[in-house]
């Protein structure tokens, strides 16, 4: 009796500590769409463009520089503010899109649509992600191949400038986010992931995915020019 007394109290204390990381990620994570949106803002305002090769190799220097930087000091506060310095950051270089879509007639309606829809994934894949049953462990691995695919495949893409090649890769990169925001939000409820800023890192990642690969298809099949 004791030994299940024990066990019991073991259980609630991991369990307790994996919803404290749970809301402090989903706290930070809501954070951090305010120097986001300001980074968007400032970019669209400044007209900032960052394109071609030199512009993608200048963005994954640049961002895997945070990454490394955040994941140094994710556990004090300078970690917070780097990882809020990133999120302006990501924000800048959305804003050529955003720039881009409020060329079109209805661009508003695009963006507020875009957000939406990617509310409505985050909550639903939550949801998913905090219930499931099954052991999603095993899909790391294949993510990180997928995506180092998908990165191969967009670099082709910057020679080469295929449609087709085009929205395979919006797709596929929608569907690799969707998969990563199932799995980090999962390891978090399942105590794989017990450091609230780091996960706050993989999670916003894959919401900004979401976002800026459903913004890209609506501005492709949706926009208005008249």
């Not at 007209?47 to 955040?70: D, N, P, R, S």
């Not at 099954?134 to 967009?154: N, P, Q, V």
């Not at 980090?184 to 105590?191: A, S």
Request: charge should be positive; proline fraction near 1%.
């Amino acid at each position: 009796m004791e030994q299940r007394m024990m066990n019991s109290t073991t259980l609630d204390v991991r369990r307790s500590g994996q919803n404290r990381v749970l809301r402090n990620t989903y706290g930070l994570l809501a954070l951090s769409m305010l120097p986001t949106i300001l980074g968007a803002w400032a970019g669209v305002q400044m007209g900032f463009q960052l394109t071609g090769l030199m512009g993608f190799v200048i963005f994954m220097a640049v961002a895997f520089g945070f990454m490394f930087a955040i994941e140094k000091f994710k556990n004090s506060s300078v970690g917070v503010v780097l990882l809020l310095a990133f999120t302006f950051f990501m924000g800048l270089m959305l804003s050529r899109l955003i720039g881009s879509i409020l060329g079109y007639a209805n661009g508003a309606s695009l963006i507020a649509l875009a957000s939406g829809g990617t509310a409505v994934a985050f909550f639903g894949l939550s949801a998913v992600a905090t219930t499931t049953k099954r052991d999603l462990s095993g899909m790391g691995k294949f993510l990180t191949i997928g995506t180092l695919l998908a990165l191969a495949a967009i670099v082709a893409n910057i020679f080469f400038q295929i449609p087709a090649l085009t929205l395979t890769v919006l797709v596929v990169v929608l569907a690799l986010s969707c998969a990563w925001l199932v799995y980090d939000i999962n390891r978090i409820v399942t105590g794989g992931e017990t450091n609230y800023v780091t996960a706050t890192l993989s999670v916003y990642i894959s919401v900004y995915n979401i976002f800026q690969t459903l913004l890209s298809l609506l501005g492709i099949f949706g926009g208005d020019r008249e």
